[in-house]
């Protein structure tokens, strides 16, 4: 949040929700957040604040733990090696 500061309220929220979320399968994951990709093994990517940034998390959903992994713009993504 500190790197891209404009994207501090759509983080802040992705956050909120993701923390009250407790999904248990992708399935529930994919029904608020469409848009995301697996990546590989629980790894993946969503878009945030109208699709400006792309958020890299690890979901384990049989333990509800959601780990993000990396945040950037999508100029940054396409440099990232997930």
């Not at 500190?2 to 929220?13: E, I, M, N, T």
């Amino acid at each position: 949040m500190k790197a891209h500061a404009d994207a501090r309220p759509a983080l802040s929220a992705w956050v909120s929700h993701v923390a009250a979320a407790g999904w248990r399968s992708p399935l529930e994951m994919l029904e608020r957040y469409p848009r995301s990709s697996l990546i590989r093994d629980g790894l993946y990517v969503f878009n945030i604040k109208g699709n400006d940034y792309r958020l890299a998390a690890r979901v384990d959903f049989r333990n509800e733990i959601v780990r993000v992994v990396k945040v950037g713009t999508h100029a940054e993504y396409d440099e990232w090696s997930l």
